[in-house]
């Protein structure tokens, strides 16, 4: 660390399956760039503690809480009754409202298009995810999707902000409201509102706002991805549409997010799973870990670190030589991550 700036402390949760590996490799460039962070580092327990009931412990949440920024590898949840998936307890406990996801082609690396730029932006909190399901009796099973206006209201102001403090010019809110009449109706609603409220307060003028529905949507993003910018929806189409994204750009392998919560939480993670298929064997791309990280330098106004970590990466990949196979090459996870410490 230089000896002028104190180091900003962030909670590090590596995570399961290619977790380590990938977060080794997160820590090993941060500290190339001599990057002014302090991993507090926390891990998954072996029992469930009785004050999340799950096994993520306390300490682990009251760390994120009062670090406000940390970065976050895959959890695999264990299977067996009685507690919390990991990553519903995370983003229930700190309400974790918005997760973003930067999906752009990367230079250098061939797909359909060159010029993916697209923002999803998930409700990350209800929808078809409340974890509200049961039998109602044999054969019959029911599941209910929650939309609120508070929780509609919370995400389509950070879209609007979003869109406005990185220079988008539009926002499309991803709907099925012609038959999710009421929910995806109240979603919509809230949006128009939003706009009206800011419209009056001239705080957004120029920012486009529109409506599709999921099923058009899913057309044109495979179709012509160029015609969309900032696309917030609730969070199921979140989930699967975020997956699309990802695949325009070349797979899981490159995507980032980052989870924004109450009181200024930020938390980034990959988008990908724990990748159990090629843990423990030096095979995961850690591309996606590292660019997450990249958005957390970002919330941290740590523009130039920022930039010089991206552009080593982007350089190395397309650069060619070092690739991991998930991209079609032979490099392992340690050699690519030398290879991006060279660029550096
Ligand atoms: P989850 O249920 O947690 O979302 P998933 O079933 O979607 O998990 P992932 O763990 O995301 O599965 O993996 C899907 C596929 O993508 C696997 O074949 C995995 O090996 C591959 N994959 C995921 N992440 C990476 C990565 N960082 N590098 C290389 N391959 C990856
Ligand atoms: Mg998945």
């Given at each position: 660390f230089s000896s002028t700036s104190t180091p900003i402390t962030a909670t590090l949760f590596p995570g399961d399956g290619i977790g380590p590996e990938i977060a080794e490799s997160v820590k090993q460039i941060f500290r190339e760039a001599e990057v002014p962070i302090e991993w507090e580092e926390h891990y998954v327990g072996e029992q469930i503690d009785p004050r999340t009931q799950s096994f993520l412990t306390w300490e682990s949440l009251e760390s994120v809480r009062r670090n406000k920024v940390g970065l976050k590898?895959?959890?695999a949840t264990p299977i067996g009754k009685g507690h919390r998936s990991l990553n519903l307890t995370l983003r229930k406990e700190l309400n974790l409202y918005a997760n973003v996801r930067p999906c752009y082609s990367l230079p250098g690396?061939?797909?359909r298009y060159d010029d993916v730029d697209l923002i999803t932006i998930r409700e990350n909190t209800e929808g078809e995810y409340s974890g509200l399901e049961h039998q109602v009796v044999r054969g019959v099973v029911e599941s209910l999707k929650i939309i609120t206006r508070q929780a509609s209201l919370r995400v389509a102001e950070y879209a609007f902000h979003y869109a406005k403090a990185?220079?988008?010019?539009?926002v499309s809110a991803i709907h099925k409201a012609n038959i999710m009449q009421k929910t995806d109706g109240l979603f919509l609603k809230v949006h128009q509102l939003s706009i009206v409220a800011r419209e009056v307060a001239e705080k957004y003028p120029d920012i486009k706002y529109e409506e599709v529905v999921i099923d058009n949507c899913c057309m044109m993003l495979v179709k012509n991805p160029?015609?969309?910018?900032?696309?917030?929806?609730?969070?199921?189409?979140?989930?699967?549409?975020?997956?699309?994204?990802?695949?325009?750009?070349?797979?899981?392998?490159l995507t980032p997010s980052c989870n924004i919560g109450e009181g200024g939480i930020a938390l980034a993670e990959a988008v990908h799973g724990s990748a159990p298929d090629i843990a423990g064997k030096n095979l995961a791309?850690?591309?996606?870990?590292?660019?997450?990280?990249?958005?957390?330098?970002?919330?941290?106004?740590?523009?130039?670190?920022?930039?010089?970590?991206?552009?080593?990466?982007?350089?190395?990949?397309?650069?060619?030589?070092?690739?991991?196979?998930?991209?079609?090459?032979?490099?392992t996870t340690t050699d690519f991550t030398k290879a991006i410490c060279d660029h550096l």
């Open positions: 590898g895959p959890m690396y061939k797909t990185h220079g988008r010019e539009r160029a015609l969309f910018d900032v696309l917030v929806m609730p969070n199921l189409y979140g989930d699967i549409i975020s997956d699309l994204c990802a695949g325009l750009i070349g797979g899981l392998g791309n850690p591309t996606a870990l590292l660019l997450s990280a990249v958005t957390m330098l970002r919330h941290l106004e740590l523009h130039d670190k920022a930039d010089r970590i991206q552009d080593a990466i982007l350089n190395t990949i397309a650069e060619g030589k070092y690739r991991t196979a998930d991209l079609g090459g032979k490099s």
